[in-house]
């Protein structure tokens, strides 16, 4: 078992920056990719962003140039660094791991999520 704690979330107006953080613990050494989803209201959860532990890391075309996914594999820990936010990125955004590597799209555990509102 993967236990997984997002932190970071929060309101922001537009163009503003908010820097997620996701910790892991139980089973890590299970992880290899480690992913970051958002849902908003109405529409299904979408990969956002993921990162394996080599550090490769894969983005959503429309997070590209605006969002940064680094990890610390001593500490276990993903980050997610948002910047130029647009109100359309508001959703629930979840941390979550696979042992599989970045094409991988089955994620076994998952944060509890946290909220994300970019105001206009």
């Known amino acids: 078992q993967v236990q997984l704690v997002e932190s970071g979330g929060g309101l922001v107006e537009a163009g503003g920056s908010l820097r997620l953080s996701c910790a892991a613990s139980?089973?890590?050494?299970?992880?290899?990719?480690m992913a970051w989803y958002r849902q908003a209201p109405g529409k299904q959860r979408e990969l956002v962003a993921s990162?394996?532990?080599?550090?490769?890391?894969k983005y959503a075309d429309s997070v590209k140039g605006r969002f940064t996914n680094s990890r610390d594999n001593a500490k276990n820990a993903v980050y997610l660094q948002m910047n130029s936010l647009k109100p359309e990125y508001t959703a629930v955004y979840y941390c979550?791991?696979?042992?599989?590597?970045?094409?991988?799209?089955?994620?076994?555990?998952w944060g509890q999520g946290t909220q994300v509102t970019v105001s206009s």
């Open positions: 990162i394996n532990r080599s550090f490769d890391t």
């Open positions: 979550a791991t696979s042992p599989g590597g970045l094409a991988t799209m089955q994620y076994q555990y």
């Open positions: 139980g089973s890590v050494f299970s992880i290899n990719a």
